[in-house]
């Protein structure tokens, strides 16, 4: 049986990559941190019904002990470090912590392989964040990245140092520049998921207006589920690499929104309403992603449609309130 160990194995992805592994026949190990709040540890795991089929051990990204002691123990065949501080508007409040957990964290896991288990096969969650201030329409492996946030700049970090061990060390560490990617299971925090629940309190009569900050931003925008197995796809090439992952398509924040109150019968000119808090320091205005090297080399395409999408996220999150309701 083949082992993974997965860092932020309780986010979005983790969850959604956690069951694919575990489809697949994987022993699947997730490092949580002890500081976690204890009612939300697992909130994602137990909605794909999968809590009790991993295993949960501690561990920080920021105490290179714990990861070494980790990767001494378990000696996985694929690390997947999905963990960060990944909410971008909070990396201005908290710079540092940004730094030290989705920059320098990322490192001390790779100094932890090549310490212990230089044969594991790594993935490092980069983002399209870094592209920022895009340089090009379309941004594809060789379009230069000009970082807008302190959490895209901790993520470039970590991409570079990625690509470094691989060529000064040669591990196999590969990395996945992924666009947005959402689901039912995205933090509420996230614009995709602020919107389709807004959606579904309005829909049930538990709230009048959806505030939004630049509903003008246009963002490339696929199913998690879909991009979890283009990283498992990465670690079974011969060689590490890296890619984009995404749908090639753009859709603003405004269609976003549209798309998700269409779906519920309601018309969004109606609901939402302009919140300058939302705004960010520095703004992104638009991403779009070329993943032709993925389709190319890994056979990798996004399935889900981000109409599809909305959809789902509304659906779940009116069930969602209504179980609380009653």
Known sequence: MKKAFITGITGQDGAYLSKFLLDKGYHVIGMIRRSASSDMIGERLRYLG?????????????????????????????VYNLAAQSFVATSWQQPLLTGAVTGTGAVNMLEALRLTHPSARFYQASSSEMFGKAQAPVQNESTPFYPRSPYAAAKLYAHWM???????????????????????????????????DGVAKIKLGLASQLKLGNVNATRDWGHARDYVQAMWQMLQQDEPDDYVL????????????????????????DYITHDPARLRPAEVDALLGDAAKAAQQLGWRANVSVEEMAAEMVDADIARHRRKAG
């Open 50 to 78: 999968i809590i009790g089929e991993v295993e949960l051990v501690d561990g920080d990204l920021i105490d290179l002990s714990s990861l070494v002691r980790l990767m001494s123990t378990y000696k996985p065949d694929e």
């Open 162 to 196: 990625t690509v470094n061990y691989r060529e000064s060390f040669d591990l196999h560490a590969s990395s996945g520049i992924a666009f947005n990617h959402e689901s039912p299971l995205r933090g509420v925090e996230f614009v995709t998921r602020h919107i389709s």
């Open 246 to 269: 995404a749908t090639g398509r753009a859709v603003s924040v405004q269609g976003f929104a549209e798309m998700a109150f269409a779906h519920a019968g309601l018309n969004a000119a």
